[in-house]
Each structure stands twice: as structure tokens, then as C-alpha cells.
T-cell receptor, first 114, second 115 residues
């Protein structure tokens, strides 16, 4: 079975804190993604990575950075958390870079910035 | 610019009847389409997909129809069950100039199946 694991389900952080969201997949997938989900806005892509140490900006990368040092692990970093980054964050992975591949999601991380 | 649109934020259907969820897209380069189901406080789970070379794909109670000329896809659930109550997202993928693939999601439709 496909497994994408997000280490933290619920976090509360203060404005200005540095936040790390960790994600691990066990399918040996090349591609990994970070999305955020907000009511009425659907799922919006923050960053994705198509290989170790490779990354590409998504639609809303501002205020975020990512790290992929190992194939199975993809981290999302909020350098200085702000209240407008309160959201549900979803990590996902998919197999090789071709169409017809399904994205598999983790269970999500609820982040509240106060 | 919303390339993938789900114009109905919510839908209520009686148990046992058909649920039809709709999705429109604007980019003719999309070549693969997916539907996901999401329960509150959980990640989306993959439901069914369709390639742009097909117009229909069926999996049990779920059928996805693709109308490329209208840039429209729909998800049919027959018969609907209370456990189908969730938010449904459609997604489309296309190859970017960089060679990578981009997945664009709609805003979701909340389905409520009434017992």
C-alpha cells in the first residue's frame, strides 16, 4: 500500500517562529509535493521536487522553502511564520515524470499561527 | 486564473440516487484527469482517473466521463451511499515547458448523501 506520512498532524506556532513540516514516502517515488488547502481555494501547490536536491516553485511559494536531501523525505519550511499561513498542509508523492501518474497524499498537517 | 473549476460548492443527494459532480477546465494541454475524495481532517484519497484519449472510465460505483470538446468532466456515483459524503476534488495534469508535470486542482464540491 502507498504510504505518505506527515510527522505532525496538529501544530500551533507563534508569529515569527521557524516551522518545519516533515514528510516521508515509502514508494520510492521521484516526485514529492507540498500543497496547502484553504476553504474555497482548493489545493494550491507551494513547491514540488522531482529529484533529490531538485525543486521547483509552485503557485504560492512566497514565505516558504523546501528541502529534499533524501529521496523519501521532503520538508517544508516556514522561515518566519505569519498568521496568513494558518492552513492545512498536504504532502504528496507520485512516480516518474509522466502523465498518467496518480498523486498520493498524506493525512495533512494542521498549522495554526498565533 | 482558475484553470480547473468546480462551480458547485455543495451538492445534496438522497441515498441510493445518482450523484453527479462536475468539473470544467480551460487548458487544452491537460492530458490526464483525476478525482479525489477528502474527509475532514484527512488527506485526499485517490478515487478514479481518466486519460484524455478516453471518454469514460468506470470503477465499481464510480464512473468518470470526459468531454474534451466541452472541456468538461464529471464524476457519477451510483448508487450514492452516506459514506460518500465528503469533499470531492477534480485535478488535471499537463506537461510544463520544463518537462515536469503540473497538477492543478479544483476548489472542491462538498457532497452530502442523505439517508
Amino acid at each position: 500500500d502507498v504510504k505518505v506520512t506527515q510527522s505532525s498532524r496538529y501544530l500551533v506556532k507563534r508569529t515569527g517562529e521557524k516551522v518545519f513540516l516533515e514528510c516521508v514516502q515509502d514508494m520510492d517515488h521521484e516526485n514529492m509535493f507540498w500543497y496547502r488547502q484553504d476553504p474555497g481555494l482548493g489545493l494550491r501547490l507551494i513547491y514540488f521536487s522531482y529529484d533529490v536536491k531538485m525543486k521547483e516553485k509552485g503557485d504560492i511559494p512566497e514565505g516558504y522553502s523546501v528541502s529534499r536531501e533524501k529521496k523519501e523525505r521532503f520538508s517544508l519550511i516556514l522561515e518566519s511564520a505569519s498568521t496568513n499561513q494558518t492552513s492545512m498542509y498536504l504532502c504528496a508523492s507520485s512516480a516518474s515524470l509522466s502523465s498518467g501518474n496518480t498523486i498520493y497524499f498524506g493525512e495533512g498537517s494542521w498549522l495554526t499561527v498565533v | 486564473d482558475q484553470q480547473v473549476k468546480q462551480n458547485s460548492p455543495s451538492l445534496s443527494v438522497q441515498e441510493g440516487r445518482i450523484s453527479i459532480l462536475n468539473c470544467d477546465y480551460t487548458n487544452s494541454m491537460f492530458d490526464y484527469f483525476l478525482w479525489y475524495k477528502k474527509y475532514p481532517a484527512e488527506g485526499p484519497t485517490f478515487l478514479i482517473s481518466i486519460s484524455s484519449i478516453k471518454d469514460k472510465n468506470e470503477d465499481g460505483r464510480f464512473t468518470v466521463f470526459l468531454n474534451k470538446s466541452a472541456k468538461h468532466l464529471s464524476l457519477h456515483i451510483v448508487p450514492s451511499q452516506p459514506g460518500d459524503s465528503a469533499v470531492y476534488f477534480c485535478a488535471a495534469s499537463a506537461r510544463k515547458a520544463s518537462g515536469t508535470y503540473k497538477y492543478i486542482f479544483g476548489t472542491g464540491t462538498r457532497l452530502k448523501v442523505l439517508a
